[in-house]
């Protein structure tokens, strides 16, 4: 497996500003050429919640490893916390085209990158998905922004709206308080027909970010016209990662939750329908 950290500030010639991450892990697997021929894989960009305050280590190398074991490259992202908008949504922009120009490399099939986001991380994925293209990232990144849309986004247990249902902590970090900003980083507002299809999973039980945070956002996506897929889950505490002995408590992984953790097989059948799997190069 190709291991390595790649430094996005650097890559693009950016200026990090103070306190700044940006950084990208690579988790792809080796091609075994003296055996086997080349393969073509799809991508996943791996983004970790943590309420916009810090990044969930549950919700990051296990889902990454967790794709990796279906053929994928995955890659995870270190984005900027405790900062508003726009650091982190840059960040994940430059993520997203960083592996759109390095496909090649990576025998990365391009028409076929998705992005996942759990809790606030999916939050900024769904940014990702449908303000890559905002005047502030424009202005960084100019007409590169044009490659960052993924090709699909699987959001879990998003944090979607800034309004009456969201979740506060993950608002007043990416807002600042910033009333405009509140509503221009309400999901649920800004879903057209050419959003990226989406995956989003809740349960609802979720006492942090209240489910109707997914339902919200599959009501837009329904409205606009756009592709999606919904699956709430009855049972289940907030961030559930993998729902599995690896990033769950073995006390809290039983008969009770583990069918929460069929989330899994369920959008990897979803993403092949889309044409995500592993292909000739």
Known sequence: MTYERIDLYAYFGIARGEGREGYLTTYVPLSIENELK????PGMLVIPGGGYWMRSDREKEPVALAFVAKGYCAFALDYTVQAPY???????????VYLREHAKEYCLDKEHIAAIGFSAGGHLAGMLSLLFAEPEVRAVLGERVRE?????AILSYPVV??????HEGTRDVITGGNKELMSRLSLETRVTSAAPPAF???????NAVPVENSLMLAS?????????ALHIFEHGHHGLSLVSPET??????????S???EWLPLALDWLRGRGFAVKPA
Do not use: C
Request: a negative charge; charged letters at 25%; proline letters at 11%.
């Open 259 to 261: 069918p929460v953790g």
């Open 200 to 206: 989003l999973w809740h349960t609802m039980e979720d």
């Open 38 to 41: 080349p393969k073509l894989r």
């Open 161 to 166: 709206t800034m309004g009456e249902r969201t």
């Open 148 to 152: 960052a849309k993924p090709d699909a």
């Open 86 to 96: 726009p650091a982190p949504l840059i960040e994940a922009v430059m993520a997203m």
């Open 248 to 257: 769950n408590d073995q006390t809290e992984y039983d008969a009770f939750l």
């Open 220 to 228: 837009a996506y329904r409205n606009a016209g756009a592709p999606f």
